[in-house]
């Protein structure tokens, strides 16, 4: 009887890892034909952060890395890229674009076993079916989707079956089981820590209140405590094992008390809270502005301001991304709480779901957490109600037919809206093959110690295709980090090439102090100031302003020690008012100091000489007045650029008012119009990305194409 029941688990568990991977492949048959997102005829990404990865797996596979690159060859990630490539007969871009499909469906196998700890198997493979595909869970995992988010969602899985299994058998090999989980997800994942401290606390809640004289959960907190520690894995690793052997040896009861003692000590002495504070502030208490240094207190604009997936989201967006829709989501709740009324033991799912409900203040990115959760309650519900249905049928198979048929029906009921999201959810590629063939060809024209200069949305891509420094990417992006970018993208040539060439240099200055400083304490290492303080300071200013209008002076540059290029893509013209962001702020008072005006748009029509720009903006092209909803300015300047047969930019120019401030570009070869002022205009992006406007004296251009075009900077 056990053999058939295992055996039912492992069909169960096949059946759904094989649904889960053919509902991924819906992209790749949607795109098979769609050359623009292929490289070396290989399918590329479609995360950025994945690049990140994919570098330090690559440099791992090369055996070449260097210091202060950035490259995150310690990572998990990139570890088991690397030992997938070498043990598997496939190519390095065949395994990152798959992987993340493979690897994210391992979650049906704790949604199976924890159904199956429960005695209802039937509901673990409903569950594992809906978690799998989920909305949010299908979209941080799809193929492609190369990031840390593939497992991020089956060690916590794992750690509920631990859990429930330690709850109900007082077994120490499940006490074991969480140790090792919370290590191995910690190795993964390093900012798990607030998960992993919610299932503690959550548990030590229950001990104190139902469980005070129970030896055993004492023993289990202990354990979570130690694996918690702030210490290196491999040593977090050891601990568990010895605090396992020593628990199996009973000697450790009479002396449990003394261990939960010591392991809350270390807990604290080794880091404790902080980690669970740092994410708090940077997801739910995030401030606008940033204060940063001592020195010079400066203010910087907050880049969690900007990024989507920390913003709040509507509750249908939050239930949809959950449960695939409004309804299925308030199912599920209410088939959860059933759910926890039957088993008790379910609400151990509580710090998951209430991670995923941190949606609502936190970002979208939250919602996976929930997913799981969430299957569990509306597939208990599905099964509830075939229960109760029972009882109205008659005795036999005809019985059976109806039960197995409603729940078929409901199965396909909550699994259909996601499916359907999938098969329209057609996410392109992170750069298209042309980026990519511009990247590529600068991989050839640089050495791998020069920087390139551009958005940090576009740091991993770069160094992962051109293998050079960026100053900015999506992990390096705070608001001192972002300022000079954004100040070298949004004004003239002539501030921003020596912006550029003092930010590099200060950059790999600030690399050196660091290494200096190894050696020491915490407590004596020297804290570096912003880049922009200690540029004010150094060139004998306390007001940073006052160093900004030096910029525009003759100013004495640090000796340059490699070359500096500027990466500039089409793709950067979506993003350009919020890269202005970061720079339209005065760093001693953070109050805003201007407001640029961009306006981009490819909805235009004319009509009797009037030129209708959608949103309420129009032009007339015979007076030269610029229409914004009830205002009427002036133009200044009508631009026409193209590309010619030969592919060189063909440029024309209509003047109407000199001293008008504002100026229409028409990019005919990218059907774009832009409505700009004149600060907007004279920004090194506009002058070298649309016009091909360059100072000879500050910069050569290296790559000139329509999809993106890289200057190198000659100072």
Same mark, same amino acid.
């Given at each position: 009887?056990?053999?058939?029941?295992?055996?039912?688990?492992?069909?169960? %568990?096949?059946?759904?890892?094989?649904?889960?991977?053919?509902?991924?492949?819906?992209?790749?048959?949607?795109?098979?034909?769609?050359?623009?997102?292929?490289?070396?005829?290989?399918?590329?990404?479609?995360?950025?952060?994945?690049?990140?990865?994919?570098?330090?797996?690559?440099? #791992?596979?090369?055996?070449?890395?260097?210091?202060?690159?950035?490259?995150?060859?310690?990572?998990?990630? !990139?570890?088991?890229?690397?030992?997938?490539?070498?043990?598997?007969?496939?190519?390095?871009?065949?395994?990152?674009?798959?992987?993340?499909?493979?690897?994210?469906?391992?979650?049906?196998?704790?949604?199976?076993?924890?159904?199956?700890?429960?005695?209802?198997?039937?509901?673990?493979? %409903?569950?594992?079916?809906?978690?799998?595909?989920?909305?949010?869970?299908?979209?941080?995992?799809?193929?492609? +989707?190369?990031?840390?988010?593939?497992?991020?969602?089956?060690?916590?899985?794992?750690?509920?079956?631990?859990?429930?299994?330690?709850?109900?058998?007082?077994?120490?090999?499940?006490?074991?089981?969480?140790?090792?989980?919370?290590?191995?997800?910690?190795?993964?994942?390093?900012?798990? /820590?607030?998960?992993?401290?919610?299932?503690?606390?959550?548990?030590?809640?229950?001990?104190?209140?139902? @469980?005070?004289?129970?030896?055993?959960?004492?023993?289990?907190?202990?354990?979570?405590?130690?694996?918690?520690?702030?210490?290196?894995?491999?040593?977090?690793?050891?601990?568990?094992?010895?605090?396992?052997?020593?628990?199996?040896?009973?000697?450790?009861?009479?002396?449990? /008390? /003394?261990?939960?003692? *010591?392991?809350?000590?270390?807990?604290?002495?080794?880091?404790?809270?902080?980690?669970?504070?740092?994410?708090?502030?940077?997801?739910?208490?995030?401030?606008?502005?940033?204060?940063?240094?001592?020195?010079?207190?400066?203010?910087?604009?907050?880049?969690?301001?900007?990024?989507?997936?920390?913003?709040?989201?509507?509750?249908? &967006?939050?239930?949809?991304?959950?449960?695939?829709?409004?309804? &299925?989501?308030?199912?599920? *709740?209410?088939?959860?709480?059933?759910?926890?009324?039957?088993? $008790?033991?379910?609400?151990?799912?509580?710090?998951?779901?209430?991670?995923?409900?941190?949606?609502?203040?936190?970002?979208?990115?939250?919602?996976?957490?929930?997913?799981?959760?969430?299957?569990?309650?509306?597939?208990?519900?599905?099964?509830?109600?075939? =229960?109760?249905?029972?009882?109205?049928?008659? @005795?036999?198979?005809?019985?059976?037919?109806?039960?197995?048929?409603?729940?078929?029906?409901?199965?396909?009921?909550?699994?259909?809206?996601?499916?359907?999201?999938?098969?329209? +959810?057609?996410?392109?590629?992170?750069?298209?093959?042309?980026?990519?063939?511009?990247?590529?060809?600068?991989?050839?024209?640089?050495?791998?110690?020069?920087?390139?200069?551009?958005?940090?949305?576009?740091?991993?891509?770069?160094?992962?295709?051109?293998?050079?420094?960026?100053?900015?990417?999506?992990?390096?992006?705070?608001?001192?980090?972002?300022?000079?970018?954004?100040?070298?993208? &949004?004004?003239?040539?002539?501030?921003?090439?020596?912006?550029?060439? *003092?930010?590099?240099?200060?950059?790999?200055?600030?690399?050196? %102090?660091? =290494?200096?400083?190894?050696?020491?304490?915490?407590?004596?290492?020297?804290?570096?100031?912003?880049?922009?303080?200690?540029?004010?300071?150094?060139?004998?200013?306390?007001?940073?302003?006052?160093?900004?209008?030096?910029?525009?002076?003759?100013?004495?540059?640090?000796?340059?020690?490699?070359? %500096?290029?500027?990466?500039?893509?089409?793709?950067?013209?979506?993003?350009?008012?919020?890269?202005?962001?970061? !720079?339209?702020? =005065?760093?001693?008072?953070?109050?805003?100091?201007?407001?640029?005006?961009?306006?981009?748009?490819? $909805?235009?029509?004319?009509?009797?000489?009037?030129?209708?720009?959608?949103?309420?903006?129009?032009?007339?092209?015979?007076?030269?007045?610029?229409?914004?909803?009830?205002?009427?300015?002036?133009?200044?300047?009508?631009?026409?650029?193209?590309?010619?047969?030969?592919?060189?930019?063909?440029?024309?120019?209509?003047?109407? =008012?000199?001293?008008?401030?504002?100026?229409?570009? +028409?990019?005919?070869?990218?059907?774009?119009?832009?409505?700009?002022?004149?600060?907007? #205009?004279?920004?090194?992006?506009?002058?070298?990305?649309?016009?091909?406007?360059?100072?000879?004296?500050?910069?050569?251009?290296?790559?000139?194409?329509?999809?993106?075009?890289? /200057?190198?900077?000659?100072?």
């Amino acid at each position: 009887m056990n053999k058939i029941k295992e055996k039912k688990v492992f069909i169960y %568990i096949a059946l759904a890892f094989t649904f889960s991977i053919l509902v991924r492949l819906i992209w790749v048959y949607q795109f098979r034909h769609v050359g623009s997102f292929m490289w070396n005829s290989q399918f590329m990404i479609n995360t950025n952060d994945g690049y990140f990865w994919a570098e330090g797996a690559r440099d #791992l596979l090369s055996g070449v890395h260097q210091p202060h690159d950035l490259s995150p060859i310690g990572s998990a990630a !990139s570890q088991l890229t690397f030992i997938l490539v070498k043990i598997l007969p496939f190519s390095f871009e065949s395994i990152i674009f798959y992987m993340p499909a493979f690897i994210s469906s391992l979650v049906v196998i704790p949604m199976v076993l924890i159904a199956r700890s429960l005695g209802r198997v039937e509901l673990g493979f %409903i569950s594992a079916l809906l978690a799998s595909i989920a909305w949010s869970y299908y979209n941080r995992t799809m193929v492609g +989707y190369y990031d840390t988010d593939m497992l991020n969602i089956v060690f916590p899985a794992f750690m509920l079956w631990a859990l429930i299994l330690a709850f109900k058998t007082k077994e120490e090999r499940y006490i074991f089981f969480a140790g090792l989980e919370i290590v191995a997800y910690r190795w993964w994942y390093p900012q798990s /820590y607030s998960l992993e401290f919610a299932f503690f606390g959550l548990i030590l809640l229950y001990t104190l209140v139902y @469980e005070r004289k129970n030896i055993y959960y004492y023993k289990l907190l202990a354990m979570m405590l130690f694996a918690l520690m702030g210490l290196p894995n491999l040593i977090r690793l050891v601990i568990v094992i010895f605090i396992y052997i020593l628990y199996k040896s009973k000697k450790a009861d009479a002396y449990i /008390y /003394y261990i939960l003692g *010591l392991a809350f000590a270390l807990f604290f002495l080794t880091g404790g809270f902080t980690p669970i504070w740092s994410q708090l502030k940077g997801y739910v208490f995030k401030d606008s502005i940033q204060i940063v240094g001592e020195t010079l207190p400066l203010h910087f604009f907050s880049v969690m301001q900007t990024i989507r997936e920390a913003g709040k989201i509507p509750f249908e &967006t939050f239930a949809n991304r959950i449960s695939g829709h409004t309804i &299925t989501f308030i199912l599920s *709740l209410i088939g959860y709480i059933l759910m926890v009324f039957r088993y $008790r033991v379910m609400l151990l799912g509580l710090p998951m779901l209430g991670l995923g409900f941190l949606a609502n203040v936190g970002g979208l990115r939250f919602t996976i957490y929930a997913v799981p959760i969430s299957a569990f309650g509306v597939a208990y519900l599905i099964f509830f109600l075939s =229960d109760y249905l029972k009882k109205f049928l008659v @005795e036999g198979k005809s019985s059976f037919y109806i039960r197995t048929i409603f729940i078929s029906l409901c199965t396909v009921a909550v699994l259909y809206p996601n499916i359907m999201h999938i098969i329209r +959810y057609k996410v392109p590629t992170v750069f298209s093959k042309q980026e990519v063939g511009v990247l590529d060809s600068l991989k050839h024209i640089t050495k791998r110690e020069d920087y390139v200069v551009s958005w940090w949305d576009y740091g991993y891509p770069i160094r992962y295709y051109s293998d050079v420094k960026t100053l900015g990417d999506g992990g390096k992006h705070s608001g001192d980090v972002n300022f000079p970018l954004s100040y070298m993208l &949004t004004n003239p040539q002539q501030v921003s090439a020596k912006l550029a060439r *003092l930010d590099v240099e200060y950059t790999e200055k600030d690399f050196k %102090i660091h =290494d200096a400083n190894l050696d020491k304490s915490e407590k004596n290492q020297v804290k570096l100031p912003s880049i922009m303080a200690q540029l004010t300071l150094k060139y004998g200013f306390k007001d940073t302003n006052e160093f900004l209008m030096s910029l525009k002076t003759d100013i004495k540059l640090p000796k340059k020690t490699r070359d %500096i290029y500027f990466y500039l893509p089409f793709r950067m013209m979506n993003i350009f008012p919020t890269i202005a962001r970061f !720079s339209d702020i =005065d760093l001693m008072s953070g109050n805003t100091v201007r407001r640029p005006f961009f306006y981009q748009t490819n $909805r235009f029509q004319e009509k009797n000489g009037i030129l209708d720009l959608a949103n309420g903006i129009s032009f007339d092209q015979t007076k030269g007045i610029l229409k914004v909803r009830n205002q009427e300015v002036p133009v200044k300047d009508f631009y026409v650029t193209a590309y010619g047969k030969n592919k060189k930019l063909i440029r024309q120019r209509k003047s109407f =008012d000199n001293n008008a401030n504002f100026s229409i570009i +028409y990019m005919r070869s990218y059907n774009t119009f832009l409505v700009l002022d004149d600060a907007t #205009l004279n920004s090194l992006y506009i002058q070298l990305f649309v016009f091909d406007n360059y100072d000879k004296k500050l910069f050569k251009p290296v790559i000139l194409t329509p999809q993106a075009k890289v /200057y190198k900077l000659l100072i």
